[in-house]
């Protein structure tokens, strides 16, 4: 199940929430996805499917905010989701990683760049979106059809942080 494609960038939803989706459907049940992956949002606009965050603050498991909940409070938030969600099928930290990214028609050299700022960068895959779309901006404005490895620099230097 695809959330977002382009020339270069296939996004699909994990495995486990594939699954979780088409068993709810089979099934005739509504399904709630506790989730703050922001590359889950749009499964939210079909009618039986909810998405609500893992925690109060919403912050659990991100690369962009530190959660400032106690483990207690995350307990209780979930519990308090599962009776206000009785009659819904749920499933759990539902993220997606980068196996669910692919990519095409990048350099090689292009590639490993992305790799080296993933591992020191951790971004989500919405900010790997985000890279990745300025990249094939700035090729398209060069007219090169290949992204290559000063495209997804320039990408990474206007989304991630500087040392």
Not at 20 to 42: M, Q, R, W, Y
Request: glycine fraction near 2%; hydrophobic fraction near 40%; include cysteine.
């Amino acid at each position: 199940m695809e959330l977002y494609k382009d020339k270069n960038i296939i996004v699909t939803v994990p495995a486990a929430t594939v699954r979780a989706i088409n068993v709810a459907a089979a099934a005739n049940n509504k399904l709630l996805i506790i989730s703050n992956d922001p590359v889950l949002f749009p499964l939210a606009a079909v009618d039986k499917i909810k998405i609500q965050p893992p925690c109060p603050c919403g912050n659990y498991k991100t690369r962009d905010a530190k959660c400032s909940c106690e483990t207690i409070e995350i307990v209780r938030h979930i519990n308090k989701l599962k009776v206000k969600y009785a009659d819904y099928m749920w499933c759990e930290n539902s993220f997606c990683y980068s196996r669910d990214i692919k990519l095409t028609g990048i350099e090689q050299h292009g590639l490993d760049i992305l790799k080296q700022a993933y591992q020191q960068f951790v971004p989500t895959v919405k900010q790997i979106v985000i890279i990745l779309k300025s990249a094939r901006a700035i090729a398209d404005m060069e007219k090169t059809e290949k992204i290559e490895a000063c495209h997804i620099a320039e990408g990474i230097a206007y989304r991630l942080p500087k040392d």
